[in-house]
């Protein structure tokens, strides 16, 4: 198990270098690999050129690290996420352009642009700013972690979570195309949503035509 986790953090990792989801040591990314332990990416790497090394324990019970590495900074988000959400084996913390662009311009993701973000992402909440590698970033996101699989934290990135890292990969590339058609929407000077009574009743075939049952946040 640990080590087929291990491989596809690696390989997770890679994707989100070459997607260009975050540059640098930027991000993190996390998976459970058994009740009580979660590997998480250690502190200050490229995730492009991760190797197994990179790779640290945590303990879900002692929240600490079960070696001598320094883990990611931001390791109280991904405890937060897994000490709510039980059913979440995997974490992702990027930095997309487009969606970091949006919430810098004051523009809600929490409106329902297209067929695809309506069904795959709902409406985005905006956690509020919270600084980077303190306690404030897993404290922004308490209250949307039960209710949805994708927050876009202001001025600081995105997270995704799910039952495997694929499916917290893909809802991040759902997020940050959606993010990117609107804001080259935007320089037209006009952004116009789907109309609401379509969204909802787009929203209600989720789960029984598309078998889409992780949550997601209904628009209003």
């Known amino acids: 198990m640990i080590q087929s986790a291990k491989k ?7 994707l989100l270098y070459q997607r260009q989801y975050i540059v640098a ?11 009580k332990n979660i590997l998480i990416t250690r502190s200050g790497v490229c995730k492009g050129e991760l190797t197994p090394d990179d790779l640290i324990k945590i303990s879900l019970e ?3 690290s079960t070696g001598k590495q320094r883990p990611s900074t931001e390791m109280r988000m991904h405890l937060e996420v897994y000490r709510q959400r039980p059913e979440v084996n995997a974490v992702i913390h990027a930095h997309p352009p487009y969606a970091i662009s949006l919430s810098l311009a004051g523009i809600s993701l929490e409106k329902p642009y297209t067929p695809e973000s309506v069904l ?5 909440p905006t956690a509020a700013y919270g600084r980077p590698s303190t306690s ?3 404290e922004s996101i308490q209250e949307y972690l039960k209710r949805t699989d994708i927050i876009l934290l202001e001025r600081h990135g995105s997270l995704t979570v799910g039952k495997t890292l694929p ?3 893909n809802k991040l590339e759902v997020l940050e195309n959606t993010a990117k058609i609107v804001w080259l929407a935007r320089q037209s000077g006009i952004i116009k949503p789907l109309p609401l009574k379509e969204a909802k009743e787009l929203f209600a075939l989720r789960r029984e035509v598309y078998g889409l049952e992780y949550p997601v946040i209904p628009f209003d």
């Open 120 to 124: 795959l992402l709902g409406a985005v």
């Open 167 to 169: 499916e917290a990969f």
């Open 25 to 35: 040591s930027e991000g993190n990314l996390s998976c459970r690999i058994d009740s």
């Open 8 to 14: 596809e953090l690696l390989r997770i990792g890679t």
């Open 136 to 138: 404030q970033v897993a």
């Open 62 to 64: 002692k929240r600490a």
